[in-house]
């Protein structure tokens, strides 16, 4: 639950269970990440529930201290639904993959988004299908040579924040399984009332090695990354270059920022709630920008589970359940002895 | 029907013990909602009754054309009523089409009233009639009355000055107003109706009302010869008390709302439209004030797994579809078997394989509600024999599901969730509560999410309580602790506890009873489902005629009965008819090796009583 805070340690988030995941891969570092932020927001270990669907990420549930629960294949927001509609108190948290998230589970992740339940979606982005030993996923990119695909892929991949905005998300944000930034985002995330989404660029090392790397790489990071904040101008490159809007375009473009005067430049401020500037965003094609990474939207809206509460408490109202009369209900007749009467 | 007496034919001193009446027309003349005020105007007159609503998939198919025709048949009478008869003893056709598909399946010598203003040539053309039956003399083996039952409502409304249109919409009411006269209805109770329904368009209720009064004074004033008369059916003898008319898909909505409130939880309904199922979200949307939360999901897979969720936190999580989102349903369910937490899933069976026969009957998803799932994944089934029973049934599935934690699926058909039948409204306070107690401290020597109480049910603990935090999952778990564990002996242990504890559910259900006849004897007749009604009419009518026979009807599929095999050992024959291939004759064989022989229908409508009999007869022989 969000306003309850308790006092906990990384500790109370570890389970006693043998972490089952590839020496090296990027979920180790997502896990700690995770383990550490939980006592920062306060969180109860035993108000909190973790559902995942099935792949690599989604054993996640088995490694935290909390309530888990280990679904099918890409129905983990479907039971997570029904978890916060029958106790709205808990704090939800949804462990999901690529394929999990966006191939077999796509239709499920676009209603949970657009239903607008509060939850923390966390979808760890591979981009490969590892736990099935590599085929190529729904956000491998053209040309992605994998077992099933000798001689490469040939459908274009799916972009996963776009699709959560274009479902109706009102959240929206992007960070690195290995980057110190993914607390922060995390922490907002939760803070965010409502479907909060996170796409997490996580390095699967055995089947897709640094396909992220070069964004991701350390010694790049300036001129790759583009880490956005709340109020703040969008600057990367240590802030000699920066993010303006190209009005002709209707497009966003890169501007060199010439002695930190970005405003002279035309650097935008970012402003979380603007979605218009959020869905140029999540569409900026790495390699002409740079990846944009941290919150890119976050506007909320009443969520579904309230709605779904004030609505049965409204249509309760003044009503008493009465089981006998419930079955009553309706055009009744009495026979007596001897005969109907009506 | 045989024991029907001779309707309309002139001898009006012998009282008809029941009469089967068939409303036929197109899918837009409103004759499912004439059927239902008959019934209500039937039960009310205190006759026992069974209906047959048989309509189209088609929401309105072109209109006048064969496959467009809808019907509604009602067998009602002054004796117990089980099937909404073999044959009608009166049909009514709104047109030609509606003539076509029905009038063969009218009794020899019954009555058709057909509306004459439709038969013009173009849906003569569009029913493919040659030449007018209503005076081509092809009709001749039934009794016939015809007359422009448009026209008559035309003139009957004409002062309320509806358009054309509206004003035939009127027919279906003259229609009833004709049969309420023929079968001695009070009128009021479809009056009020009208009045209630059309509270906002007072001129629509008027009109309505008018053509009503019109059928009606017509069958009394008009100068009608020979076959149409007055017939009274005196009241069915049945038990003091309050009853109400019920359809399968309110009495599994209120079974399964009273089977939540007596196990003390609060009640998750996760469904997707599907025909024939829809009807039960749509009743359970509507009792938010019993604790009942309604979510209509994105596809059959998210219903169930919503429901699968909301158990997990603690709720009485149910689904409900029919055989093709069952299907869809299936990983999910293996789900719940493997986390072991209670649900319910209604399955309206209807007829398949794939899309099949929507709206028709079927019952042919027993071997996919017993076997239909990867894994050996057992669940308890039950399956609702008539309307009035699945209130029972539904109440059952909950007791089971909750106290073994399980899965369990309850089936019902198109066929019984459309049907409606008098129903004694019960007693609850004679229903005994089974409250729900949520683990929130641990056992002693520790929390086992996977321990076992002596119905090896496991622990149901809520997220949200205290100190007890574990994860779940459909990988295998270790015995007692619930950790993931593939260990060979582990897999064997697991799969055979929950195969025992589904097993056990015979211990809490009872014997097998027979339902008419003796226990032992030439031949048994068992069968599931709604088959119960023209099964045990047969068998009644073949015993009154002094045969051996009896009526074994099973309504736990799985686990079954724990005399079930010695009882069955105990006829020399044994016959089970079934609207499928013979999937319940299959368990049964394999269960206890004994020759049980098929008798099936699978054409999407229900048993006449007449085939049983006649297959009764054969294997007596």
Redesign the interface.
Same mark, same amino acid.
């Given at each position: 639950m969000n306003e309850m805070t308790k006092v906990t340690t990384l500790k109370d988030w570890e389970?006693d269970?043998e972490v089952r995941w590839c020496p090296g891969c990027g979920d180790y570092a997502i896990l700690k990440a995770v383990q550490r932020t939980m006592p920062q927001l306060g969180a109860d270990?035993?108000?909190?529930?973790f559902?995942?669907g099935?792949g690599c990420s989604s054993r996640f549930?088995?490694y935290?201290?909390?309530?888990?629960?280990?679904?099918?294949h890409g129905?983990a927001?479907?039971?997570?639904?029904?978890?916060?509609?029958?106790?709205p108190?808990?704090d939800v948290w949804i462990i999901t993959g690529d394929g999990d998230a966006l191939s077999i589970g796509g239709?499920?992740t676009?209603?949970v988004l657009r239903r607008n339940l509060d939850c923390q979606i966390m979808l760890f982005n591979n981009e490969i299908y590892g736990l099935t030993k590599g085929q190529y996923s729904p956000t491998s990119r053209e040309g992605t040579t994998s077992p099933s695909t000798p001689y490469g892929s040939v459908d274009h991949p799916a972009s996963p924040c776009a699709f959560a905005l274009g479902s109706g998300a009102r959240f929206v944000a992007r960070g690195i399984d290995v980057h110190k930034g993914l607390p922060d985002v995390l922490k907002a995330a939760h803070a965010h009332k409502g479907a909060a989404f996170i796409e997490i660029f996580q390095n699967c090392i055995v089947y897709n090695k640094d396909v992220f790397e070069e964004f991701a790489a350390k010694k790049t990071a300036a001129s790759t990354q583009l880490w956005l904040a709340d109020g703040e101008p969008m600057l990367f490159e240590k802030g000699e270059k920066g993010i303006a809007l190209d009005n002709e375009n209707l497009t966003l473009k890169v501007v060199d920022v010439v002695d930190g005067d970005w405003e002279a430049a035309g650097v935008i401020v970012h402003d979380v709630t603007n979605r218009s500037i959020a869905h140029m965003l999540v569409e900026l094609p790495f390699g002409e920008f740079p990846m944009a990474l941290g919150v890119l939207y976050d506007d909320p809206k009443p969520t579904f589970e309230s709605a779904?509460v004030e609505?049965?408490k409204l249509?309760?109202e003044g009503? #008493?359940?009465d089981?006998?009369a @419930?079955?009553?209900?309706?055009?009744?007749?009495?026979? #007596?002895?001897g005969?109907?009467e @009506? | 029907m045989a024991s029907a007496a001779e309707v309309n034919t002139g001898k009006t001193d012998a009282v008809p013990e029941a009469v089967v009446v068939r409303f036929a027309g197109d899918s837009g003349d409103g004759m499912q909602l004439t059927g239902g005020q008959f019934t209500?105007s039937t039960?009310?007159?205190?006759n026992d009754l069974a209906t047959f609503p048989d309509f189209p998939a088609e929401i309105r198919a072109p209109q006048g054309t064969l496959f467009g025709v809808s019907a509604f048949q009602i067998n009602f009478g002054s004796r117990e009523i089980n099937t909404a008869g073999d044959q009608p003893d009166v049909l009514v056709a709104m047109n030609p089409a509606a003539l076509k598909t029905n009038v063969e399946a009218l009794k020899p010598g019954g009555l058709i009233i057909a509306d004459s203003g439709e038969f013009g040539k173009r849906n003569l053309d569009k029913a493919k009639y040659e030449t007018n039956p209503l005076e081509d003399g092809s009709l001749a083996k039934w009794q016939l009355l015809s007359f422009d039952i448009s026209q008559l409502t035309l003139d009957a409304v004409k002062p309320f000055g509806l358009g054309n249109k509206e004003a035939l919409r009127c027919k279906n009411m003259w229609t009833l107003g004709l049969a309420l006269w023929m079968f001695d209805r009070?009128r009021q109770?479809i009056i009020d109706w009208l009045n209630q329904k059309f509270a906002k368009k007072p001129d629509i209720a008027e009109a309505n009302i008018a053509a009503l009064n019109a059928g009606h004074a017509y069958g009394e004033t008009a100068e009608l010869s020979g076959p149409m008369q007055k017939v009274h059916i005196p009241?069915a003898p049945?038990?003091?008390?309050?009853?109400?008319?019920?359809t399968g898909a309110e009495a599994i909505s209120?079974g399964l709302?009273?089977g939540a409130?007596l196990a003390n939880l609060?009640m998750?309904f996760?469904g997707y439209p599907i025909t024939p199922a829809s009807a039960i979200l749509h009743h359970l949307a509507r009792?938010?004030?019993?604790?009942v939360?309604t979510?209509q999901?994105?596809?059959e897979?998210?219903a169930i797994?919503?429901?699968?969720?909301?158990?997990?936190?603690?709720?009485l999580?149910v689904t409900s579809s029919s055989g093709p989102g069952i299907a869809l349903k299936g990983?999910?369910m293996?789900?719940a078997i493997m986390?072991e937490l209670p649900l319910v899933v209604v399955n309206s069976q209807r007829g398949g394989p794939s899309t099949g026969l929507p709206t028709k009957t079927e019952q042919s998803d027993l071997y996919q509600a017993v076997y239909g799932r990867n894994g050996d994944a057992p669940m308890p089934v039950i399956a609702a024999c008539s309307p009035a029973d699945a209130?029972d049934c539904a109440i059952e599935a909950v007791r089971i599901a909750v106290q073994y934690m399980t899965p369990v699926m309850l089936l019902t058909d198109g066929y019984i969730a459309n049907a409606a039948e008098p129903w004694a409204?019960?007693?609850?306070?004679d229903y005994e509560a089974f409250p729900v107690q949520h683990m929130t401290e641990a056992q002693d020597g520790g929390f086992k999410p996977y321990g076992r109480d002596e119905k090896l049910a496991r622990p149901w603990v809520?997220?949200?309580?205290?100190?007890?935090?574990?994860?779940?999952?459909?990988?295998e778990k270790a015995v007692d602790t619930g950790?993931?564990d593939y260990a060979p002996a582990n897999h064997q242990e697991m799969t055979e506890i929950r195969r025992n504890k589904v097993l056990g559910v015979a211990d809490s259900i009872g014997d097998q009873q027979v339902d008419m006849g003796d226990a032992g004897g030439k031949l048994a007749i068992v069968g599931w489902g709604s088959t119960y009604g023209p099964i045990h009419q047969a068998v009644r009518r073949a015993r009154e005629a002094g045969h051996d026979v009896s009526h074994i009807h099973i309504r736990n599929i799985w686990p079954m009965p724990k005399n079930l095999g010695e009882l069955l050992k105990s006829y020399d024959r044994i016959l089970v008819p079934e609207m499928n291939t013979g999937q319940l004759k299959t368990v049964l064989r394999d269960q206890y090796l004994v020759d049980a022989k098929p008798l099936n229908k699978i054409s999407g409508q229900p048993f006449l009583i007449s085939e049983i009999l006649a297959a009764i007869e054969e294997n007596l022989v």
């Open positions: 389970t269970q270990p035993a108000n909190t529930v559902v995942s099935i549930p088995y935290m201290e909390t309530y888990g629960f280990h679904t099918i129905r927001p479907a039971v997570a639904t029904g978890v916060k509609l029958a106790n108190e808990l239709n499920h676009m209603h779904v609505q049965n249509a309760s009503k #008493k359940p089981l006998q @419930l079955v009553s209900k309706g055009q009744t007749w009495t026979v #007596k002895e005969g109907p @009506l | 209500l039960a009310l007159s205190g009070e109770p009241a049945s038990e003091p008390g309050l009853y109400r008319t019920i209120l709302v009273a409130q609060p998750f996760g009792y938010k004030e019993y604790g939360t979510f999901a994105e596809d897979i998210a797994a919503s429901a699968i969720g909301a158990s997990y936190s603690g709720s999580g990983e999910a293996g789900l986390t209130f409204v019960p007693d609850m306070s809520k997220p949200g309580t205290p100190d007890l935090m574990h994860r779940i999952g459909g990988i950790h993931i």
